[in-house]
């Protein structure tokens, strides 16, 4: 028994899963990391191309394997009428208001918009939105049909379209 003699041994249980709010939290700076990738690669000349892992099925054999695609990447800045860029805030299809009333940050240049990601990514992960992330989301769940039966999958309820 010297082998074991040498090991701590505590009693201990596994952690479940991240609650709710830390995984929306989580989600959120994900994004801000792609999104600040992407600037950096614009600033710099190059191209960021993030990629997803795919399970698919040959057809011919059957077999299933993994092969990584390119991630779909938008950037949330835009150069704006002044010669400035503007940048908004995105969780999930929706614009998150950082500020009440106010959906976008002016910045000056490809620069400003590395440093204003990396800050709102550290207010992130600090917690600082965490009322703002919750209030998006509550809309998007708002949206679905609460009297779906169980045998149904739940619709998104859009906005009537005006002529």
Not at 45 to 53: L, N, R, W
Request: hydrophobic residues 35%; positive net charge.
């Amino acid at each position: 028994m010297s082998g074991l003699s040498a090991l701590k041994f505590v009693a201990s249980k596994p952690q479940q899963g991240n609650s709710p709010k830390h995984a929306r939290r989580q989600k959120l700076s994900n994004k801000l990391h792609e999104q600040i990738q992407m600037a950096k690669a614009v600033q710099s000349g190059t191209e960021f191309v993030p990629v997803k892992i795919r399970s698919v099925k040959d057809e011919a054999t059957g077999e299933t394997r993994k092969v990584e695609i390119p991630k779909r990447l938008k950037p949330w800045w835009w150069p704006s009428d002044n010669g400035k860029m503007c940048i908004t805030v995105r969780y999930g299809a929706r614009t998150l208001e950082v500020v009440e009333g106010k959906n976008a940050i002016e910045t000056e240049n490809i620069a400003g918009v590395i440093t204003t990601l990396e800050v709102l990514r550290t207010a992130v992960d600090a917690g600082e939105l965490d009322g703002r992330i919750e209030a998006v989301s509550g809309l998007v769940k708002a949206g679905f049909d609460k009297e779906a039966t169980s045998g149904k999958r739940p619709t998104l309820k859009l906005p009537a379209k005006a002529n």
